[in-house]
């Protein structure tokens, strides 16, 4: 028993050196760790939104605004609510906000950060897999299993799949390049950062110029008779969840230059956006009509440089509290 104990002893240690060399390497060619998001990690935070000693707030929405909230702003300014981030980086948020209100057990506020496309059939459905997930896999063990591994990521650069010997071994022997340098990355409560100091903000430009260049310069436009059903879809939704005392406030968060005229061609505002404002049960609101978020500086058009977050942040819930939608305090 003690030669076995001895061994397992000396390949720990072992293991940890050839661990602590290789993520040494790694760190060295200027890589840090970062957390990977799963259906796990954003069933964690679903999980979270059943809060009764403060009002639930669950963001949801895409990537815009899983990389503009700042938790920490929204816990000091909004001390009687507990923010939950469900947003998740190019998907439209619909099948979640149905998912909650289909859901008896929820009872919060919601700011559901959408823009017209969101109401088009592919819209409907990009966050459904998550939904699944959660309801029909998630279970104690692996909730467990995934707060260790996010520990272990946010912590061990070798813990991204990129650095296994799996991959490491693979890359060498068809001789590709080193991983790439992410710019962008999540917290242990799956809020995104982006820093524009090293991700390229021009690249997501050129790649919407080569997109509306490929369709002879206007994007093709969803019938309206098509996208208006999912509309009123919502508003079921919307209701089941102030039926229950909670609340749906939709959201249309800002973008800027070539990226803002395009959306406009492509889904003109007053025959689209207005026209499902005029008739939600939800609270909306267009960052448009905001000065404070629609002058907001986005190094790519669309995104939230991660030092600008707090004062994102904070011109949002202003924006919130002047319509009295979210209270100071409960």
Avoid at 91 to 97: F, G
């Amino acid at each position: 028993m003690r030669r076995v104990l001895t061994a397992a002893v000396i390949a720990l240690v072992l293991s940890s050196l050839v661990l602590s060399g290789v993520a040494k390497y790694w760190r060295g060619r200027g890589y840090a760790p970062v957390i990977m998001d799963s259906p796990d990690f954003w069933s964690i935070q679903r999980a979270n939104v059943y809060a009764r000693d403060k009002t639930p707030l669950v963001f949801l929405g895409a990537s815009r605004t899983l990389y503009a909230i700042d938790r920490d702003t929204v816990i000091s300014r909004l001390p009687g609510y507990t923010p939950v981030m469900l947003a998740r980086d190019g998907e439209y948020p619909l099948a979640t906000l149905r998912d909650l209100a289909e859901d008896e057990d929820f009872r919060g506020t919601v700011v559901c950060d959408l823009d017209a496309i969101a109401f088009s059939e592919p819209g409907l459905v990009m966050q459904q897999a998550q939904v699944d997930y959660f309801h029909q896999q998630f279970t104690p063990s692996r909730s467990l299993h995934r707060r260790l591994l996010s520990h272990w990521q946010r912590w061990s650069v070798v813990a991204r799949p990129d650095f296994s010997l799996t991959r490491s071994v693979l890359r060498a022997w068809k001789a590709e390049p080193e991983p790439f340098h992410p710019f962008q990355w999540l917290s242990l409560r799956r809020y995104g950062s982006i820093d524009f100091t090293v991700g390229d903000p021009e690249v997501p430009k050129q790649d919407l110029i080569r997109e509306v260049e490929s369709h002879n310069g206007h994007l093709p436009r969803f019938p309206f008779d098509e996208w208006w059903p999912q509309v009123e879809a919502s508003h079921a939704w919307v209701n089941a969840i102030q039926a229950r005392g909670g609340e749906v406030i939709f959201y249309a968060s800002p973008t800027s230059g070539f990226r803002r005229e395009v959306f406009e061609d492509w889904a003109p505002r007053a025959e689209y956006w207005d026209k499902m404002a005029a008739v939600s049960p939800a609270k909306v609101l267009n960052a448009l009509d905001v000065p404070a978020l629609r002058d907001f500086p986005l190094p790519d058009d669309s995104h939230v440089d991660f030092r600008q977050k707090p004062a994102y942040t904070h011109a949002l819930i202003d924006a919130l509290q002047a319509r009295g939608w979210l209270q100071t305090s409960h």
